[in-house]
């Protein structure tokens, strides 16, 4: 198995590419700000064939270059329905003052959408990826999971030692702890996660130490009897 990645723009968001050897076909994951090149760049090193890019939400962040990375290579672009929207219009999942900031900009949906359901499995670039709707930090968050390989692509799910942001439009509090109980706290604990932003960590470690992800945990149950 191949990942790369890097972060990109001036959001710092985690950009992977993941195929199941170097010069093999891969899929590109959240493409966000000005990573074309090093979109480019990771393609050249490692000889590898992009055929589809994979989202784990609609913030502008994560999608930013979507729609160049799949225009050039000619290939589909995957989101979650709850989120299509944001790719033509990303300020509506922004503050109104980060808004603001974008209103010059303009986006517009790859030529190929395909949508996201939960427990879907993709079969891309001969490898199986499992979609897990998660959402909280936006409706149509997801995750994207390698159970061949115990490694997960968390999006703004889950970081080390934190979650994802639940102030903007579309983001819900009580909702990501649920997406967190269902979809992160079942997994094995040596499950790398590969988040959207910042280092990899694995479910073990945020199990033990990530204060969301314990009160995320089912709170025990009664003790009497034996």
Same mark, same amino acid.
């Given at each position: 198995m191949l990942i790369a990645g890097f972060p990109a723009g001036a959001f710092q968001t985690n950009c992977y590419a993941v195929a199941p050897a170097a010069g093999e +076909?891969?899929?590109i994951v959240d493409p966000g700000q000005d990573a074309v +090149? #090093? @979109? +480019?760049e990771m393609l050249r090193e490692h000889r590898l064939k992009p055929v589809a890019v994979l989202l784990t939400h609609g913030h502008l962040d994560?999608?930013?270059s979507v729609a160049p990375v799949c225009g050039a290579r000619d290939i589909p672009a995957w989101i979650h329905p709850d989120d299509r929207h /944001? /790719? %033509?219009?990303p %300020? !509506? #999942?922004l503050s109104p003052g980060s808004a603001s900031m974008f209103g010059g900009l303009t986006f517009s949906e790859p030529d190929e959408v395909r949508e996201l359901s939960d427990g879907a499995t993709l079969e891309l670039a001969g490898m199986e990826l499992v979609v897990d709707h998660t959402p909280g930090h936006t409706r149509g968050s997801v995750s994207f999971r390698l159970p061949d390989e115990d490694i997960m692509f968390a999006g703004d799910l889950l970081f080390a030692g934190s979650i994802g942001r639940t102030d903007l439009p579309g983001g819900d509090y009580?909702? @990501? /702890?649920?997406s967190l109980a269902a979809k992160c706290l079942p997994l094995p604990d040596d499950t790398v996660v590969l988040p959207g932003h910042g280092p990899q960590t694995t479910i073990g470690r945020e199990r033990a130490t990530n204060p969301y992800l314990k009160e995320a945990a089912?709170? !025990?149950g009664p003790t009497r009897g034996i």
């Open positions: +076909e891969c899929v +090149e #090093g @979109i +480019e994560h999608v930013w /944001l /790719l %033509s219009d %300020s !509506a #999942g009580p909702t @990501i /702890l649920r089912p709170h !025990a």
